[in-house]
């Protein structure tokens, strides 16, 4: 049996790494294994939130199908995924990192789960900040970025630079080099017999932006280009959909520079331990017989359209994600697919790569089958607004070809649709221009054959779905010590 080596990013911009075409980032590991194997530069997320596209990777299916619509939402038990048809099959099945699951240990059918988390009650539960907890630490950045009871309390440093600065915790001691050595210690377990199958989820380069030294520094915002897509301002229609986590009227360039230095800064940290990675496995003589596979859940604005992070319209620096598969042998090696391909491709690909039959349920592409791709990818996102006081929830849509794309919200009663050949940054909605008209309604059709649109469907959350392991469930009452801890440690969060 081969082994499978996952790698995961966390909100990785698909153009952030050099063999996708930037000058400026060093990513030479990830580089090297685009070298080896195939680099996918049209492979588009289900959903640009953590939680959905996390559950479709897992599970082959759409949002619509697996009901994980939030951040706080739980994949079911009785649904296949693919480390459980892996499990059954003779492998031993391991994640390693972030899940961003609810409960946080729910049982995603992994032998072994050591968990390091960023949002909700998992970072009160996980492995890695009782580690920290154990050193004294606590990853201050961090926890004021992502708890609202923290970050309502931050200071004037964190909201003028858009928490961008150098984490205060030293390398050894941040999420990405613990990940990457919880890994190391069970890569040596691995054997020549093969059946090993380990998904390695890294925290970064999501939010914050805060290397550790020397990779705060690595790179001189003044040198930095600003990535495509760039606006000298935000425009009214993307302001209305979503003011920003940072307001996106307070973007400047400078503060723009700065950021993306630092958000490359994670990326060339993270870089380095996926090299070490690499490198273990070729001591161990497993490199050739691994199929190794590096993807994000989601992008980044990082600039485009005068925005950062996520949370309005699914345009391609959200919507796109890097994919690149090194195949044992080194299979189609140095090649560049260009076909359309999605998340809900990724499951069945691993599956059929360990030669078990995939499960019929999984309706996804085995994309080491170089000359099949999609004829569209769709992304798609459940919205919550308050409109003159009133809650209004409704489904978006993004359906995405080669050379247009149509973004649909509002239970299709707004859209907006893009010629990508004559404006490939989306600045210019022409759906009401009538040379369109046919292309958006075969777009249209591509949605209909794949929704329903009946009713929204429900957010499935069951806190007490089945776990991993009932000794890591965390009680209310050791949150609240948790919580008592940080609040005791971090600046400017008085108890």
Same mark, same amino acid.
């Given at each position: 049996?081969?082994?499978?080596?996952?790698?995961?990013?966390?909100?990785?911009?698909?153009?952030?790494? *050099?063999?996708?075409?930037?000058?400026?980032?060093?990513?030479?590991?990830?580089?090297? @294994?685009?070298?080896?194997?195939?680099?996918?530069?049209?492979?588009?997320?289900?959903?640009?939130?953590?939680?959905?596209?996390?559950?479709?990777?897992?599970?082959?299916?759409?949002?619509?199908?697996?009901?994980?619509?939030?951040?706080?939402?739980? @994949?079911?038990?009785?649904?296949?995924?693919?480390?459980?048809?892996?499990?059954?099959?003779?492998?031993?099945?391991?994640?390693?990192?972030?899940?961003?699951?609810?409960? $946080?240990?729910?049982?995603?059918?992994?032998?072994?789960?050591?968990?390091?988390?960023?949002?909700?009650?998992?970072?009160?539960?996980?492995?890695?900040?009782?580690?920290?907890?154990?050193?004294?630490?606590?990853?201050?950045?961090?926890?004021?970025?992502?708890?609202?009871?923290?970050?309502?309390?931050?200071?004037?440093?964190?909201?003028? $630079?858009?928490?961008?600065?150098?984490?205060?915790?030293?390398?050894?001691?941040?999420?990405?080099?613990? +990940?990457?050595?919880?890994? @190391?210690?069970?890569?040596?377990?691995?054997?020549?017999?093969?059946?090993?199958?380990?998904?390695?989820?890294?925290?970064?380069?999501?939010?914050?932006?805060?290397?550790?030294?020397?990779?705060?520094?690595?790179?001189?915002?003044?040198? +930095?280009?600003?990535?495509?897509?760039?606006?000298?301002?935000?425009?009214?229609?993307?302001?209305?959909?979503?003011?920003?986590?940072?307001?996106?009227?307070?973007?400047?360039?400078?503060?723009?520079?700065?950021?993306?230095?630092?958000?490359?800064?994670?990326?060339?940290?993270?870089?380095?331990?996926?090299?070490?990675?690499?490198? $273990?496995?070729?001591?161990?003589?497993?490199?050739?017989?691994?199929?190794?596979?590096?993807?994000?859940?989601?992008?980044?604005?990082?600039?485009?359209?005068?925005? @950062?992070?996520?949370?309005?319209?699914?345009?391609?620096?959200?919507?796109?994600?890097?994919?690149?598969?090194?195949?044992?042998?080194?299979?189609?090696?140095?090649?560049?697919?260009?076909?359309?391909?999605?998340?809900?491709?990724?499951?069945?690909?691993?599956?059929?790569?360990?030669?078990?039959?995939?499960?019929?349920?999984?309706?996804?592409?085995?994309?080491?089958?170089? =000359?099949?791709?999609?004829?569209? *990818?769709?992304?798609?996102?459940?919205?919550?607004?308050?409109?003159?006081?009133?809650?209004?929830?409704?489904?978006?849509?993004?359906?995405?070809?080669?050379?247009?794309?149509?973004?649909?919200?509002?239970?299709?009663?707004?859209?907006?649709?893009?010629?990508?050949?004559?404006?490939?940054?989306?600045?210019?909605?022409?759906?009401?221009?009538?040379?369109?008209?046919?292309?958006?309604?075969?777009?249209?059709?591509?949605?209909?054959?794949?929704?329903?649109?009946?009713?929204?469907?429900?957010?499935?959350?069951?806190? =007490?779905?089945?776990?991993?392991?009932?000794?890591?469930?965390?009680?209310?009452?050791?949150?609240?010590?948790?919580?008592?801890?940080?609040?005791?440690?971090?600046?400017?969060?008085?108890?």
């Amino acid at each position: 049996m081969k082994n499978i080596l996952f790698i995961m990013g966390d909100q990785h911009r698909y153009d952030c790494i *050099a063999s996708y075409g930037n000058k400026d980032v060093k990513t030479p590991h990830l580089d090297s @294994l685009a070298h080896d194997g195939v680099l996918h530069k049209e492979h588009y997320t289900t959903y640009p939130v953590c939680t959905p596209a996390r559950y479709s990777l897992l599970s082959g299916l759409y949002t619509h199908q697996h009901l994980g619509w939030s951040n706080h939402c739980t @994949l079911a038990d009785g649904l296949i995924t693919y480390p459980k048809v892996l499990k059954a099959n003779g492998y031993r099945t391991v994640a390693i990192g972030k899940m961003h699951a609810t409960p $946080t240990y729910l049982n995603m059918g992994f032998d072994k789960m050591l968990l390091a988390e960023q949002d909700g009650n998992g970072r009160y539960d996980d492995d890695y900040h009782r580690y920290l907890m154990e050193q004294g630490l606590v990853d201050e950045n961090d926890i004021i970025d992502q708890r609202e009871e923290f970050r309502k309390m931050a200071d004037e440093a964190y909201w003028k $630079t858009c928490g961008s600065m150098k984490s205060n915790l030293e390398d050894k001691h941040h999420s990405t080099t613990w +990940i990457t050595d919880r890994a @190391l210690e069970e890569l040596e377990n691995w054997g020549e017999s093969g059946n090993n199958m380990m998904l390695v989820s890294y925290v970064k380069p999501h939010h914050p932006f805060d290397p550790p030294a020397p990779y705060d520094t690595m790179y001189n915002p003044e040198d +930095i280009e600003i990535l495509p897509g760039y606006t000298d301002e935000v425009s009214e229609v993307d302001y209305e959909h979503s003011t920003g986590y940072f307001n996106h009227k307070n973007l400047t360039e400078e503060k723009l520079r700065t950021i993306t230095a630092h958000y490359y800064g994670s990326i060339t940290h993270m870089d380095h331990h996926i090299g070490r990675l690499i490198e $273990t496995l070729k001591a161990k003589g497993l490199y050739e017989d691994t199929l190794i596979l590096y993807t994000s859940d989601h992008g980044d604005y990082m600039g485009y359209h005068h925005m @950062l992070l996520k949370a309005n319209y699914m345009y391609d620096p959200l919507a796109k994600v890097p994919l690149i598969i090194k195949y044992p042998q080194n299979a189609h090696q140095g090649q560049v697919n260009e076909r359309i391909s999605s998340n809900i491709d990724i499951a069945p690909t691993l599956i059929k790569q360990a030669d078990i039959q995939v499960p019929k349920v999984m309706k996804g592409l085995d994309l080491s089958n170089q =000359e099949v791709g999609r004829d569209f *990818a769709l992304c798609e996102g459940l919205r919550v607004d308050m409109c003159n006081g009133v809650q209004e929830t409704y489904y978006e849509y993004m359906i995405r070809t080669k050379n247009h794309k149509l973004i649909i919200s509002k239970n299709l009663q707004h859209y907006k649709f893009f010629d990508l050949i004559n404006d490939p940054y989306e600045l210019n909605n022409v759906a009401q221009e009538a040379q369109y008209q046919e292309v958006i309604q075969k777009h249209m059709h591509h949605l209909v054959q794949t929704m329903t649109f009946e009713a929204l469907s429900p957010i499935y959350v069951n806190e =007490e779905e089945k776990t991993f392991t009932p000794e890591k469930a965390t009680n209310q009452e050791e949150r609240d010590a948790v919580e008592t801890y940080y609040k005791a440690r971090v600046p400017h969060c008085e108890l």
